[in-house]
């Protein structure tokens, strides 16, 4: 059921990107590199899909339904089949859904954008069909923030106890890991375009590895999870986090340093989930 936008455009901004956290526990330093067994494997056949345009474009966002845990803690939820694309992340920098100066949405309009980056932040390694690269925290919550008030639905960052389950439903195992992730030892130090190996059994592509994934700690903190281009295939599992660094932005010359944008992490993207 699509959420009403209060009256107030900022406010609604605010309050519908809030995401509620689990309470389940993650280690703040990179988990010890050992897979967890993936649950029984999704049927194809009952997946429920369904594409959420940009209005103002002629883009739009492809989601797969993920059924919820069998002990009811995790809800049911709705995740991007691929990591958020630099397609979609350029209409939200730019303004490219906007016509003199308004989309029509002004909710969407008064929420906070992330600011050009004054570099190249897709590193070179590709732009349109890739994964959006050098992303902060901030950043990709801006994102959602922006996404929610233009379409009406609550987008958010997934909890670690969610990618957690994404990641036990998605019958990859360490011999299968080459046909789904772009990792050290094929991705060739750089991001490969999105969806370009096999999905998984839930229907998502590059849950594991090509970029590491923004999820929210229980204490609110964001963490990077899934592996990335530079992770050897071993390192990768379901509990592997990392937090937040100050390092991920230690060589950007700007003072005060970007809050949007990591020059020192190319390899830090998001994917984005929806609770309706």
């Known amino acids: 059921m699509r959420i009403t936008l209060l009256a107030s455009t900022v406010l609604a901004c605010s309050l519908i990107g809030f995401g509620l956290l689990s309470n389940l526990s993650v280690s703040a330093d990179e988990a010890a590199a050992t897979s967890a067994a993936p649950s029984a494997a999704p049927s194809t056949a009952t997946r429920e899909s369904r594409k959420e345009p940009i209005a103002g474009t002629t883009l739009e966002i492809e989601l797969v339904k993920v059924a919820g845990s069998a002990d009811g803690s995790l809800k049911s939820l ?19 859904d906007q016509k003199d100066g308004a989309s029509g949405n002004a909710a969407a309009d008064a929420c906070t954008r992330p600011t050009k980056p004054y570099t190249a932040a897709d590193r070179g390694f590709g732009h349109s069909g890739f994964p959006a690269v050098s992303i902060s925290f901030s950043s990709a919550k801006a994102f959602c923030d922006w996404l929610s008030a233009k379409t009406g639905r609550r987008y958010r960052l997934p909890t670690v106890a969610e990618r957690k389950h994404l990641c036990a439903q998605s019958g990859i195992t360490a011999e299968s890991m080459k046909d789904h992730a772009w990792t050290f ?63 991920w932005n230690a060589s950007d010359p700007q003072f005060p340093k970007s809050i949007w944008w990591l020059a020192d992490g190319p390899w830090a993207g998001f994917r984005i989930v929806c609770d309706e």
Not at 82 to 96: F, H
């Open 78 to 96: 709705w995740v991007a089949r691929t990591e958020t694309l630099w397609d979609w992340q350029d209409i939200c920098i730019y303004k490219r």
């Open 185 to 247: 030892e094929n991705a060739k130090d750089a991001t490969r375009k999105a969806g370009s190996l096999k999905p998984d059994a839930s229907g998502l592509f590059d849950l594991y590895g090509n970029v590491r994934e923004w999820c929210v700690a229980p204490d609110g903190t964001g963490v990077l999870m899934g592996g990335g281009f530079e992770d050897p295939a071993a390192s990768i599992a379901c509990d592997t986090a990392l937090a937040d660094s100050e390092d």
